[in-house]
T-cell receptor, first 113, second 114 residues
């Protein structure tokens, strides 16, 4: 079945550091890929998505590129802020999001001033 | 933006009782809603797909008689944990589908069974 593997946390960085959170997946078809963010006390929010190979999703300074050859969708940001502290989930959907998502375990990101 | 609300956010109950969790889409109609369960430091695991006006579709290994799902209207799905036991203690999260790729999540409901 489908699965998503993302780096374990917590990841602790200083403000303005470069961020990479690795995510790889296994899927039987051609899934859509997502990054969700969960701020403390809030529900999951869609951060960005990509629906086909070589697509780049971007939002709020975060980027991730759908790499079919390496089955990866790594999340990057050039300069993180304290407000980026949250839990980040990588996820996939075989149905473009019309069906349920398969999630990674989540990566807790802590940004220190 | 779109908002999905869950209630209650926290519930504590005695073993053997039943608990109902509501998931509402506040500003859009959702023909499909999803229920997830999250264990500490684990992924969100899809439990079931809730379809308005029809029976829910359960994932393999999820007991449909234990976790009753009702999607009686386009804005409300409920999850009832029947005869709850301590192993049912978990964080339950719903999401509502406004359209392809447009999934919105509730804040989650933490169930503790004593």
């Amino acid at each position: 079945g489908d699965s998503v593997t993302q780096m374990e946390g917590p990841v602790t960085l200083s403000e303005e550091a470069f961020l990479t959170i690795n995510c790889t997946y296994t899927a039987t078809g051609y899934p859509s890929l997502f990054w969700y963010v969960q701020y403390p006390g809030e529900g999951l929010q869609l951060l960005l998505k990509a629906t086909k190979a070589d697509d780049k999703g971007s939002n709020k300074g975060f980027e991730a590129t759908y790499r079919k050859e390496t089955t990866s969708f790594h999340l990057e940001k050039g300069s993180v802020q304290v407000s980026d502290s949250a839990v980040y989930f990588c996820a996939l959907s075989e149905g473009g999001g019309a069906d349920g998502l398969t999630f990674g375990k989540g990566t807790h990101l802590i940004i220190q001033p | 933006g779109a908002v999905v609300s869950q209630h209650p956010s926290r519930v504590i109950c005695k073993s053997g009782t039943s608990v109902k969790i509501e998931c509402r889409s506040l500003d859009f109609q959702a023909t499909t809603m999803f229920w997830y369960r999250q264990f500490p430091k684990q992924s969100l695991m899809l439990m079931a797909t809730s379809n308005e006006g029809s029976k829910a579709t359960y994932e393999q290994g999820v007991e449909k008689d234990k976790f009753l799902i009702n999607h009686a209207s386009l804005t409300l799905s409920t999850l009832t944990v029947t005869s709850a036991h301590p192993e049912d203690s978990s964080f339950y999260i719903c999401s509502a589908n406004r359209g392809p790729g447009e999934l919105f999540f509730g804040e989650g409901s933490r169930l503790t069974v004593l």
